[in-house]
């Protein structure tokens, strides 16, 4: 079977990221390195909503998800060394996630990189962590 690899923080788990892990998912097998907690501070300066033990449980619950890795690493690359594990046929990544040194990474270990869309399902709205938490912080203010 096709092995398919997607990185990412998977904080705040919502319906866009539902979207983005089943259109990897029918590429093949989808293998997940997970932003441990380290990394999510290190990049987004704020902890973690949910620790990554609790987020790694709630990816392995989906049925599209064959398994899910904590990354060793840190910093925006934290999962080099998980995907030298895996050793996947295809990475996959969202418009957001499409940066040149992943491109060059996947050319060097010839790897397959493919680039999605950011599609919600059917009639769903667009959802990011971002707009969520802001979302979030802005019912607080009006709650005070």
Do not use: W
């Not at 398919?4 to 997940?32: K, M, P």
């Amino acid at each position: 079977m096709t092995k398919v690899f997607v990185s990412g923080c998977f904080d705040v788990l919502h319906s866009g990221h539902i979207a983005f892990l089943r259109e990897a998912a029918q590429y093949g097998d989808l293998y997940v390195a997970l932003g441990s907690d380290k990394t999510v501070l290190e990049l987004k300066h704020r902890p973690t909503l949910y620790t990554e033990n609790e987020r790694k449980y709630m990816l392995e619950a989906l049925a599209c998800v064959h398994k899910v890795y904590i990354s060793p690493g840190s910093g925006y690359m934290d999962f080099v060394e998980v995907l030298d594990l895996v050793k996947p046929d295809i990475f996959f990544v969202n418009e957001d996630g499409d940066k040149p040194e992943k491109r060059a990474l996947c050319a060097q270990k010839g790897i397959e990189y493919k680039v999605g869309k950011r599609v919600p399902f059917k009639d769903l709205p667009i959802r990011s962590t971002t707009a969520i938490r802001a979302e979030m912080k802005q019912t607080l203010l009006n709650e005070k």
